[in-house]
C-alpha cells in the first residue's frame, strides 16, 4: 500500500533535518513532546548575548533566550496623537533549540522604516537568513512602520553572528540605537485602572513604563516550524498594548489564531468597536499553519480590554481544520 505524503506532513518532516531549508522529503518521524526542547547552556547564552552587544532575557520554561531591539530612535505618533516606543515598536530576536537538540532556529520581528525593509533583506539572505513576512502592524501611525520577521537554523551562537551581522548597518543594531529616554511622568499604573484591566482581559499585564501589556500564549497547541516548537517567547502569542489613560486609551495588538478562527475572531473585534489593521502570516513551515490578526482601538480602556478578551474567547473552540460547510 502507498503512502499519501500531503504538505503538512512533508513540512513537519522536512523540520526534523534542522539546519536545511524547506526542501526535501526525509523519512517521516514521530512528532515530539509538547515542552521537551533542550536548555540553552550558560556558555550558549553569553555567546548570543557577545554577539548581539547587549544583554538579553532567558525563560527557562520555553528554552528561550531573546533580545530586544526598541527603535528608540523613532518618534511615532498614532492618530496624531504621541505614543510610546513600547506601544508596538519594539522588535526582539529569540532562539532556542530544536526538540531533538541539534541545532537551533532564530525568529525576529523587526521594526522599520519603509525605506529600511529591502537593504535588510539583502543583508538578511547575505547572512544566510530568511524572510517569512513584511507587512504593516497599524493604521494611522507616523512615519510609517513596517514589520519584517526573519528566521534562520543554525547554533545558537552562529545564529546570533548572524543576525547581528544582518542588522550592523540599520538602526535596529543596538550599537546603533540611543539609549530609552529615562521615564517621565506618570507609568501605567497611575494612569490606567489595572485591576479593571485585568479582570476584564482575565490576565496580569506587565507595567513598561506609560504603557500596560497582555501576553497570551496558546498553551492549547503545539505548533512545530522547522524541528522547534513554537512558543510565547519565539512569536506565538496574542497581545494587547495600552497608551494614553483610562479615559482615553489606545489600544493594539496581535492575535494568534488557527485558519478555523480567523473570521470569528474578526467578527468579535468589530462587534466590540475594534478595527482590524492586518491578517497574516508570521512564520514559515509551521504545522499547523497559524494566521496573525492585528487590532487597533481608541476608547475607554476597560471597554478596550473587553474587545481584546471578546477575541480571546474565540480561540480554541472552531477546530483545527477549516470545514467550507458550516459558518
Known sequence: MKNNINRRQALRATALLGTLPLIGLPDLQAAPQKG???SLSAAEIAAIEAAMGKKGTYKEAEATHTTPLPRND?????QGEPVPISFGFGGWAAIKKTVDGKTAMLMSDTVLLQEEV??????????????????NHFFYEEPRIFYMHLHGMGSPADLAMRFAAAIRQSKLSPANQPKAAAAAGPTAKEKFDIPALDAAVKHTGTVNGPTYKYTVGRDD?????????????????????????????????DIAMLQPEVNPVIAALRRNGLEVVAVH???????????????????EATELAKGFRAALDELGKHGKTMNHTKH
Open 36 to 38: 521537551k526542547t533542550p
Open 74 to 78: 523613532l518618534k511615532i505618533t498614532v
Open 118 to 135: 529591502n537593504p535588510l533583506i539583502s543583508a538578511a539572505h547575505a547572512n544566510g537568513l530568511e524572510v517569512s513576512a513584511v507587512h
Open 221 to 253: 497547541l503545539t505548533i512545530m516550524a522547522m524541528g522547534t516548537e513554537m512558543t510565547l517567547s519565539i512569536g506565538l502569542n496574542s497581545w494587547a498594548s495600552f497608551a494614553g489613560d483610562r479615559d482615553n486609551a489606545h489600544i493594539a495588538g
Open 281 to 299: 502570516n508570521h512564520m514559515l513551515g509551521d504545522d499547523p499553519h497559524m494566521i496573525f490578526l492585528h487590532y487597533y482601538g481608541q476608547g
